[in-house]
């Protein structure tokens, strides 16, 4: 009898709890705990991604670009279509806006900006990766990624300076896990002698 009246009361608290986060508007995901059940509101972080377009002739596109990059804990963003997230352009020497008016972005010359909304990363990012999907070509120069919230947990410059295969994951990884197109793949360390 004092089993069901536990539970009874565990179960009025998640439904009160999960009705008032709901009503809040904001997004909960519920993990069971050994205690009972608990509630933990996901982050969420602002990101720039700043890519340069060479001068090369035909370095240019207007293909959709997809960009995937993260830190070495997996957590991975994933944003397919870069091009729908364009900001501004910039000044190649210095950091100010050229102008504010929309554009459209990857074109010859031209730095861009584009501001991404994704979960937060834990350890600074030390991957990044582009997929262009299209006909045409694109050359990037290189491509940045700078966290608003962790300046700290910011990428380094990741240097392309060739044109993008297409329809292919195309970067670089510095970090101990492998990316694919299939999602994370961690590096196996195999220890051990070999027999002679």
């Not at 059940?37 to 720039?48: A, G, I």
Request: hydrophobic share 35%; aromatic share 10%.
């Amino acid at each position: 009898m004092i089993l069901i009246s536990k539970f009874r009361i565990t179960l009025i608290i998640f439904i009160i709890s999960t009705f008032i986060f709901l009503a809040s508007g904001s997004e909960v995901s519920i993990k069971p705990t050994s205690d009972g059940l608990s509630t933990k509101k996901k982050e969420k972080c602002t990101y720039f991604v700043t890519t340069e377009t060479t001068c090369t002739k035909g370095a240019d596109t207007t293909n959709h670009v997809s960009l995937r990059f993260g830190d070495e804990n997996s957590n991975d963003i994933l944003v397919h279509h870069l091009n729908s997230k364009h900001v501004r352009r910039v000044d190649q020497l210095e950091p100010q806006v050229l102008d504010d008016i929309p554009r459209k972005p990857f074109q010859s010359c031209m730095v861009d900006q584009f501001q991404v909304i994704g979960q937060c990363v834990k350890s600074p990012i030390c991957y990044l990766y582009l997929k262009l999907a299209g006909n045409d070509d694109w050359r990037p120069g290189f491509a940045q990624v700078q966290v608003l919230q962790g300046p700290h947990f910011s990428s380094n410059m990741f240097y392309f300076r060739r044109y993008l295969p297409r329809r292919v994951w195309h970067g670089l990884d510095l970090c101990e896990t492998q990316v694919t197109p299939f999602g994370l793949k961690r590096k196996r360390n195999v220890t051990g002698d070999r027999a002679p």
